[in-house]
């Protein structure tokens, strides 16, 4: 049988030989429409390039990778789901590569060293200083997810996130007008992470706001962003005498409030009747539990759509767009751990 070539999917599509080109290497700069009526005759034909062919007639592979720290958090996962489908769209193939959370490990998948025929990554940094990233990934597509703090403007490349402060600050301002009166805060880790300082900079700036008192001692460190943190913070929480335990507290994700919410159950307290609980982070996980989390949602599918069309931009630059920070919508998700009641899950 012959193979199926670009000149087929052009003429099927009723466009250049080149258009088809650009949109199976994934350049983004085609129209949506055209786009489609492409990727329409791809598979109507079966097209299907050879890598190494691509390789050495455009000097890229149209694989990327995208770099998270742990693929088993449910947030991470969604994501890696969004980053696979948006980059399907435009014909680039994605890589998953889980880092630990390691800086090595993250300094060289940022650098391009995890493959050769990486054409650029999208990495979620947990670790790495900026400085190091700054004075080694120059020149290669790189596109960071999450928080921007002092340094990530030495990095020359783009950066993609919401705003952690605000979303921190719009889920405690929704547990005070409930009317609490006694706030914790699960979630300061030990590494002092970028992550944690600004979602506490936005749940003491809520505090403020509505005249309440930030207690350091409702706020017990925690190792992980991760159930069994969640858990042994609940349970520091739930021991407290009653006339200290909070009745509000805004956990920093959702696998945290999953895990102080089972150490409530543990000792007898309801919520959200005795201790209201709000997150970030808006996963299924979250939002199938009982009861069912109010939590702030990032928008995935923004933010992948933001990541790859940016490194999709970078890898087919002659020279590369000027950097610059996207900020991906968000919206707070009430639920049934601060209202209590039984809300069915919209399917």
């Known amino acids: ?41 791809v598979q109507e034909l079966g097209y299907r390039p050879n890598p190494s062919a691509v390789r050495l007639r455009t000097g890229r592979s149209g694989l990327i990778a995208l770099a998270v720290p742990f693929l088993a958090t449910p947030y991470f996962a969604e994501l890696a789901h969004h980053v696979r489908t948006e980059a399907s769209r435009i014909g680039l193939t994605v890589l998953i590569e889980e880092t630990l959370g390691d800086a090595h490990e993250e300094l060289r998948l940022a650098s391009g060293l995890g493959s050769a025929l990486l054409d650029g990554v999208i990495l979620s940094p947990l670790r790495v200083p900026f400085d190091e990233l700054a004075a080694t990934t120059a020149g290669f597509p790189l596109v960071l997810l999450g928080e921007r703090e002092d340094g990530r403007e030495q990095l ?14 719009e889920a405690t301002a929704h547990l005070a007008s ?72 805004f956990c920093f994700n959702d696998l945290l409030a999953v895990g102080a919410i089972r150490a409530f ?68 998700a009430v639920g049934e751990s601060t209202t209590g009641g039984r809300t069915p899950v919209a399917d």
Request: charged share 25%.
């Open 156 to 169: 020359a490349t783009d950066h993609v996130l919401i705003d952690n402060v605000a979303a921190a600050r």
């Open 265 to 332: 159950h543990e000792a007898g307290l309801a919520v959200p009747g005795d201790i209201a609980v709000a997150s970030v982070d808006g996963t299924d996980e979250g939002r199938y539990a009982i009861p069912s989390l109010t939590s702030v949602v990032p928008d995935k599918a923004a933010i992948a759509s933001l990541a790859v069309t940016s490194l999709a931009d970078r890898i087919g630059a002659a020279t590369p767009p000027r950097h610059a920070v996207h900020l991906a919508p968000y919206r707070l």
């Open 178 to 249: 409930l009317g609490r009166t006694r706030f914790a805060a699960v979630g300061v880790d030990r590494q002092h992470s970028a992550t944690s300082r600004q979602r506490l900079e936005g749940f003491q700036l809520a505090l403020h706001e509505a005249g309440l008192p930030f207690d350091p001692r409702l706020a017990p460190p925690v190792e992980e962003f991760d159930r069994r943190s969640g858990l042994h913070a609940g349970r520091t929480l739930a021991a407290l005498p009653a006339g200290s335990r909070p009745d509000a507290v």
């Open 1 to 41: 049988m012959t193979a199926v070539r670009l000149k087929d999917v052009a003429d099927r599509a009723g466009v250049s030989v080149k258009t088809v080109s650009n949109v199976v290497r994934g350049m983004s700069k085609v129209a949506p429409a055209t786009r489609e009526r492409v990727m329409a005759a």
